[in-house]
């Protein structure tokens, strides 16, 4: 049971089930998990940010700063998210479904931070607290590495197999205008396209890239 997985047995299931669903689907009232993402994202940096001023007492801000930003970056979201068994559970349109959106760090990422969000709203913050010591704790002494963004590993990617660098095609915009949703395909010479979706070009353009190098097997 997803709720076991996650530790938190929710009172209102209709927030568990907003956390779920993709832009792509929506429910009655255009609802999707991209409010919740949003709230979620801000309790996590918080609680973090406590987390860490914690357990470095003596670690300057630099480093605090550094352990941070690899906390709650989307592919660390998106790991605690396979833990959970999230990507099954996700309501994704038919395109989305097809394009392996179930395995993408982003939204993997963004579905991991809307729970976060939903379990606040549904139990407030010391539930949301508990719920991030719980799964991120363990990741705090971890050695410090920068991941590469999907876009800069694609370009390397190519280019060592000599072809011209990726090339980035706006493929149409949809939703309101509180909430847009780009959908941007990336085009590499000798390969079919790859598109995804985002709420900017910068993301959409990212999850593309990651779309493609997922599709073709390339390691992380």
């Known amino acids: 049971m997803l709720e076991a997985r996650i530790g938190y047995a929710f009172r209102n299931a209709e927030l568990l089930d907003e956390a779920l669903t993709h832009v792509s689907v929506s429910l009655p009232g255009g609802k999707s998990y991209q409010r919740l993402e949003y709230l979620g994202d801000r309790v996590l ?3 973090i940010a406590e987390m860490l001023f914690e357990v ?9 700063s550094r352990r941070l930003a690899d906390l709650v970056r989307k592919e660390t979201c998106a790991e605690i998210a396979r833990g959970w068994g ?9 395109g989305e479904r097809r394009s392996g959106a179930r395995k993408r760090d982003a939204i993997l990422g963004d579905a991991c931070e809307a729970v976060l969000g939903a379990v606040f709203r549904d139990g407030g913050f010391e539930a949301a607290k508990a719920l991030v ?3 991120w704790e363990a990741r705090m002494h971890a050695p410090l590495i920068a991941p590469k963004d999907p876009k800069t590993r694609l370009q390397e990617f190519v280019q060592a197999k000599g072809l011209a660098v990726p090339r980035y095609q706006d493929v149409g915009r949809s939703g309101p205008d509180h909430a847009p949703v780009f959908e941007v395909a990336v085009l590499v010479d000798g390969y079919p396209p790859a598109s995804a979706h985002g709420p900017s070009k910068r993301v959409a353009e990212r999850a ?3 779309t493609w190098l997922a599709r073709e097997g390339v390691p992380s």
């Open 45 to 47: 940096g918080l609680v």
């Open 56 to 64: 470095f007492p003596k670690a300057p801000e630099g480093d605090l």
């Open 86 to 94: 999230l990507g099954d559970h996700l309501r994704l349109g038919e």
């Open 133 to 135: 010591r719980t799964h």
């Open 208 to 210: 593309a890239a990651e």
